[in-house]
C-alpha cells in the first residue's frame, strides 16, 4: 500500500480502528512529503473557505500588540495558518511533536513549494493587513523559531495569537485527549489572545504514505464544550468538502478569544 489518505478518508478495509492514545503513535513515521502533496500541493476549496472565516477574524480580531508572539500547534507539513497570522506576529513558533515534519518544516522554510502562493493569494486578497510583506515565504522563515514539544505540555499564559489545525481531533482516539489538546492550546495563550482552530467532522482515522494514525470522531458539539471551559466570543462553522470521501464529514473551524 503506496497511497496517503491525509485529514481524510478512512482507514484502507483490513485495518481496524482501535482505540489509541497520543503517546502510543510514532509521530517519526509521519510521512511530511506524502502529508504535503496530498493536502497542499495544490489549494483545494475547502481550505479557501478556512482561510476566508480565520484571516477576516484575525483582521476583525487582532492581538493586543501590534506585533505579538505567534504559535502553531502541530504544523505538520502545513505552512498556512503561520502564513495567516504573519502581519500579526513578530515571532511564529510551529510546536510539532514530529521530528520529521520538523526537518521538513526546515527544508521547506528554506525552499518552499511554490503552491504556497495559491494559498498566500486567498490570505492577502483584498486584506490590506497582508499588502506589506512581498515577500511572505521569506518573512515567514525570518520569524520563525522551530519548537519540539508536545500539545499536553504546553505551558500556559505564552503567545498573542494562535492556530492549531487537525490536531487535537487528529493525534489519539481518546476524546478526554481530543479536549485536553483543545484546551491546552487555548490556555497556551494569553487573556484575550484570538485563536483559530480546525477540526476534520467525525475522521475515522488517516493514513499517511504507508501509516495508519488516530482520530477521534467529534462534531461541532464536541468542539463547543472543548472550548467553552477556556474560551469567549466562540463562532464555530462546519466547512464541507467537494470531494465527499468515506471516512470524515467534512470539516469544522472554531474562532473565539481566550478567556
Ligand atoms: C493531521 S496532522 C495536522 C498537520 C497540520 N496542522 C495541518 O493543518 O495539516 C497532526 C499533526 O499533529 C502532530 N502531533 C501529534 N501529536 C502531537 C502532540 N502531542 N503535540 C504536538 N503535535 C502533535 C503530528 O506530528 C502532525 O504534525
Known sequence: ???????????????????????????????????????YGELRSDDRRIIEIVADFFKDNPPAPELGRAIDVGPGANLYPA??????????TLFERSHANLTWLADELQKPHGSWWQFWEAISTGRPAYDPINKPLDTLHGRVSRERGNVFALRADQYDIGTMFFVAESITTRTDEFRRATRLFVTALRRNAPFAAAFMRLSSGYVVGDEHFPACS????????????????????????????????GMIVATGRRK
Open 218 to 249: 467529534i462534531d461541532e458539539e464536541d468542539v463547543d464544550q472543548a472550548l467553552a471551559p477556556v474560551a469567549r466570543n466562540v463562532k464555530i462553522e462546519r466547512v464541507e468538502s467537494e470531494d465527499l470521501r468515506v471516512g470524515y464529514d
Open 83 to 92: 502564513m495567516v497570522m504573519l502581519p500579526y506576529a513578530a515571532r511564529v
Open 1 to 39: 500500500m503506496n497511497e496517503t489518505y491525509p485529514r481524510s478518508t478512512s482507514p484502507p478495509t483490513g485495518i481496524a480502528e482501535r482505540p489509541v492514545e497520543n503517546g502510543q503513535v510514532n509521530w517519526d513515521a509521519f510521512n511530511s512529503n506524502a502529508y504535503f502533496s496530498h493536502n
